[in-house]
């Protein structure tokens, strides 16, 4: 996805919060609010209007906490700004499996001017 897109969101999809500064007055509609660095999956889209601004906005339902329901009579979202797209499960996989890789390699300090050495190369 290039910068100038918007992000496609879909229930299912794996989500990180990047902006968990909400206003106090959340804490008297919601019991449980996401937090940033922390990955949640859409549970529902809906359309609501932000809490603040009374304006209208996409808002989230998560997987991992359900809310009960506002004023309104239905369960708050979280609106889409406050969330990123994560990477997909085989994204994930590849990333841990890199992630070991280098973890296994050794710094040989005395070696090839500080290089990285691999576990099969000997000491």
């Known amino acids: 996805m290039n910068s100038d897109s918007l992000p496609v969101w879909q229930v299912g999809q794996k989500v990180i919060c990047v902006d968990d500064s909400f206003p106090r007055a959340i804490l008297d509609w919601c019991d449980y609010i996401p937090r940033a660095g922390h990955v949640y999956t859409i549970r529902a889209i809906q359309l609501g209007y932000d809490g603040v601004t009374r304006l ?3 808002g989230f339902l998560l997987e991992e906490f359900v809310n009960p329901p506002s004023s309104l009579g239905c369960e708050a979202g979280f609106d889409q700004t ?3 797209t994560w990477l997909d499960t ?3 996989a590849k990333q841990d499996l890199a992630h070991n890789i280098v973890m296994s ?3 040989e300090p005395g070696t090839h001017n500080g290089a ?3 576990p099969s190369q000997p000491k």
């Open 56 to 58: 209208p906005s996409l």
């Open 116 to 118: 990285f050495v691999s």
């Open 82 to 84: 406050r969330f990123a």
């Open 105 to 107: 390699w050794r710094f």
């Open 90 to 92: 085989a994204s994930e």
